[in-house]
């Protein structure tokens, strides 16, 4: 996988997204072990009323994850990494796209992620290297 390990974390992450990752690394962890049902159920609540988010704060949400916690920098870590940014950018009011799926080419590997417009954030791949099978993406407003 392309994901950070954890030689690699992030450094001058700010403070504050320091403190809010500390903030959501516990839920985002306790989250990761429910069913993808319930997971869903949970991200559809704590997506209302948020605008989507830009690239850039869900970069800088995904790299405070890392940066504050061994596990979501880890390569294993991608499902509680991805939850804990997605809950991150909502202490801001804003919401990602938050997918979980599968890579595109063998072997078969299962993968979460978040993404801005279409695009993976952070991941260093291609934006059809992975399949979504699951999504919550940011609500539309009505009369928009």
């Not at 992030?10 to 403190?19: K, Q, Y």
């Not at 903030?23 to 962890?29: D, E, M, T």
């Not at 830009?54 to 294993?76: F, Y």
């Not at 299962?110 to 417009?117: G, L, N, Q, T, Y």
Request: hydrophobic share 45%; glycine share 8%.
């Amino acid at each position: 996988m392309t994901t950070p390990s954890a030689l690699e974390r992030p450094v001058g992450v700010p403070f504050a997204w320091r403190m809010g990752a500390r903030l959501v690394l516990l839920p985002a962890v306790v989250l990761s072990l429910l069913p993808p049902r319930r997971i869903r159920a949970v991200l559809d609540l704590a997506r209302r009323g948020a605008t989507p988010a830009t690239a850039a704060q869900a970069e800088n949400a995904r790299g405070a994850m890392c940066a504050v916690s061994l596990r979501c920098a880890g390569p294993k870590g991608c499902l509680p990494r991805s939850l804990g940014a997605a809950l991150l950018c909502r202490l801001s009011g804003t919401w990602p796209t938050w997918c979980t799926g599968v890579r595109v080419v063998p072997p078969f590997t299962a993968h979460a992620w978040i993404e801005v417009e279409g695009r993976p954030v952070a991941e260093g791949v291609p934006d059809d290297y992975f399949t979504r099978l699951v999504t919550v993406a940011p609500r539309s407003r009505p009369g928009r």
